[in-house]
């Protein structure tokens, strides 16, 4: 196999592929593949109610929160939490971090009335803001913010401080480092970055606003559908739930969320050491607000970038091309990305400049 740096859906760890692969043809010695098994059989709920059981330890969320499997991708929530939380016209605050942000304001207005008091556009999105860079509208039902921008490599260090509820997409970053759940409405994210394959999006929605929706939802569109239905209420994302629930029993024997948090500002020490040791490379994001799962990079010439991407193909580091909207490389490093990669690309750029000069 060769180093996965691709941003999503991403590397996810090894055992899990393996066991996937094996259950997929003969599920817990049923004899039936586990996307062939009914999602209401004994055996599809065990998997549903364990993934739930271990995301809640892991992330230490609190009882009055439910947790769901939703499809739609982590884009359907940009629509979906103003539908639900802002009523007929009611007021939020976005901050402008970043592509996913944007999409998510533009959602947000067919909605609501939505203040945008911080924007980085004219920075190509290279940072995230500090407290006293915006203020939030004394009449805001939330805050809305992008906990990590996968495109820029930017992530908040600390989340925003504020009498109003937070509500966040954490899709590149969810169960990277410690959070304090009751600080928060509404978490969301896709799965396929840390979590497991695409085709589910978790969502973590404190009780209390399930009340708020519209009488006029569509029902599939009510949040409160599927929390009443355990996300059951249709026939949900069999398979990417049960490599959710895997992938989150590795994780606990990695030792849970804390013990990866320090593992993954390690692993992009590496990476950032390199950067801050040359001009040859140029990280996209401000030091202060550098992201520890996607590291957004420049080399002297696009030309450059170019061969640099290519090179290290060859010798199995993929998937370091920068997205499109700013071009460069990118290396996404989420948790189940393994340290011998990064310690491969790490020698690679520093061999790469010596053969390469500016
Ligand atoms: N939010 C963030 C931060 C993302 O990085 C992405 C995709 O990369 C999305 C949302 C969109 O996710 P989806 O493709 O599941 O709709």
Not at 163 to 182: F, G, W
Not at 278 to 289: F, L, M, Q, V
């Amino acid at each position: 196999r060769v180093f996965n740096f691709s941003p999503g859906p991403a590397t996810l760890p090894y055992e899990v592929l393996v066991q996937a692969g094996k259950d997929v043809v003969n599920f817990q010695e049923t004899g039936i593949g586990l996307i062939e098994i009914s999602h209401r059989s004994r055996e599809f709920m065990a998997v549903a109610e364990e993934a739930e059981k271990n995301l809640r330890e892991l992330m230490e969320i609190p009882d009055n929160y439910k947790v769901l499997f939703l499809q739609g991708g982590a884009s359907s929530q940009f629509f979906m939490i103003p539908m639900n939380l802002l009523g007929n016209g009611k007021k939020a605050t976005y901050l402008n971090t970043g592509t996913w942000a944007k999409k998510a304001i533009k959602e947000a207005k067919l909605f609501g009335e939505i203040d945008v008091p911080y924007s980085s556009e004219e920075n190509s999105f290279n940072r995230v803001p500090t407290q006293d860079e915006y203020t939030v509208a004394e009449d805001s039902e939330y805050l809305y913010f992008v906990s990590n921008n996968t495109i820029y490599g930017t992530q908040f260090p600390e989340f925003p401080e504020t009498e109003k509820m937070l509500i966040s997409d954490m899709s590149s970053d969810i169960l990277s480092r410690k959070i304090d759940i009751s600080r928060f409405g509404l978490i969301f994210a896709g799965a396929q970055k840390n979590l497991g394959p695409a085709g589910v999006t978790i969502v973590i929605i404190r009780d209390d606003l399930l009340e708020r929706t519209p009488q006029n939802t569509p029902t599939m569109l009510k949040y409160k559908t599927h929390a009443d239905k355990g996300s059951m209420f249709n026939t949900p994302p069999c398979f990417a739930i049960y490599a959710v629930g895997e992938v989150l029993k590795w994780l606990k024997k990695q030792g849970g969320v804390a013990a990866m948090e320090e593992i993954n500002r390690e692993k992009a020490t590496l990476i950032y050491d390199v950067i801050d040791s040359t001009d040859y490379y140029i990280g996209h994001a401000e030091k202060e607000s550098r992201s520890l799962m996607n590291i957004s990079f420049n080399l002297p010439t696009a030309e450059l970038e170019a061969k640099f991407i290519a090179e290290a193909a060859t010798i199995g580091l993929n998937g370091l091309k920068g997205h499109r909207s700013i071009g460069g490389c990118r290396a996404s490093i989420y948790n189940a990305f393994p340290r011998d990669g990064i310690v491969k690309l790490v020698e690679f750029m520093k061999q790469f400049e010596l053969d390469n000069p500016a």
